[in-house]
Structure formats: structure tokens, C-alpha cells
């Protein structure tokens, strides 16, 4: 009896797997774009809201973020638990990333400089009904300044307690006020909230790029 072999017939890839492939590519990148975009602009929004001329322009940018994400994955990639998710996380990340960008930065690089509570009391803030605690100190240069809460004044400081201040080396934010002897310790709490958060952002909108709905 004669054997007869079978021909070997060569798998060859259709253009429809490459085409399958290149979008899963493209969808991939898209995604990480729109996952670290958001969450670092919404950082940047808050680093910019400490400064007294991009406060206002931190807020619109802060909402434009926060707008951004909930149309990116619920608009555009119909997600909506997760652009739910990314908006809000996205929309609070400035709030606790300014502040701690603030402290952590003004602790690390500030100069210290020795103080005196002057004088405490409160000021009417936006809303008339509001009222924001304030300290007056007076350095050893003899100058006198207002701090606000923005600058760790909440009323926790008594009329001639002695307290240390650090100084922004550039000038373009305002002093820190620190009970002493003045440690350098930055928030812990607060760099790991706006971490959480940056996170939460940024996988939400990760899932909702990935699971994408046409």
C-alpha cells in the first residue's frame, strides 16, 4: 500500500489580526494617556491654586479635570460607574494635593526664622457667614504678617507664644507657621490621601479605557 503525505499548509496571519492588534495597541495608549493626563493636571490645578494669582484659575482648571474625566469615560468609552468614580476622585485630588504640595515643599526647602504671635482673631471669608481664623506674628526682623489657615493658622496659637515660620527661598508663597521647636515632618496624611486619590483617578479611567463600550 502507498503512503502519501499530506501537504504542510503555512498559517499565514490575515490583515484583520493585524488590524485587531494595532487597535488593541492604540486603545492601550489612549488609555494610559487619559489615565495619567487627568490625575496630573488635577494635581498641577492644585500645586497652582496655593499661589495668590492662579488661586481662581486653579478652581476652573480643578473643574475642567473633574468635567474632563466623567465625559472621557462616560461620554466617549460609556462607563458610567467609573467615570462617576474618576470624576469625583478627580475633583477632590486638587483640594488635598495643594496643601500638601504646599507644607511638604516649604518644610523641606523653607528657611526657618524664629517668631511671635502678635495677635490672633478671624476674618469674614467669601461667604459673609464664614469666619477664617488669622494670626499676626512678628519675626525677628521686626516684621509684622497676617497668616491665614492656608498658612496653618487655625487658632491653635496663644498671644506671645513663640513659633517658627519657613520662608518660601523664592518668595511666592506665604510663610508657614509651626508651633516650635519647628520639625520638618510634612503631612503624612495628606500625601497619602492625595496618593489614594491619584490613584483612584487614574484606574477608574484605566478600567473604563480597557472595557471600553462602542
Known sequence: MEMYEMPLVAQT????????AASASGH???TL???LLIPVTGVAAGVLGQYSYGMWAGVVVTLAVAATAAVVAGGVWHRAGAATLASVAA???PFFAGPAFYETYIKQLGERVHAVVADTGERRGVKRSTQLAVCRVVDTTGTARDLSQQQNCYGQ????????????PQ???????????????PDVLGLGITAGLFLTAGSALFYAGQRRRS
Open 91 to 93: 475633583l477632590a485630588l
Open 171 to 185: 518668595g511666592a508663597l506665604g510663610p508657614w507657621i509651626e508651633a516650635r521647636p519647628g520639625a520638618r515632618t
Open 33 to 35: 494617556k487619559w489615565a
Open 13 to 20: 496571519e490575515s490583515p484583520a489580526d493585524h488590524t485587531t
Open 157 to 168: 496659637f496663644e498671644v506671645g507664644q513663640e513659633v517658627v515660620l519657613f520662608r518660601d
Open 28 to 30: 492601550a495608549l489612549n
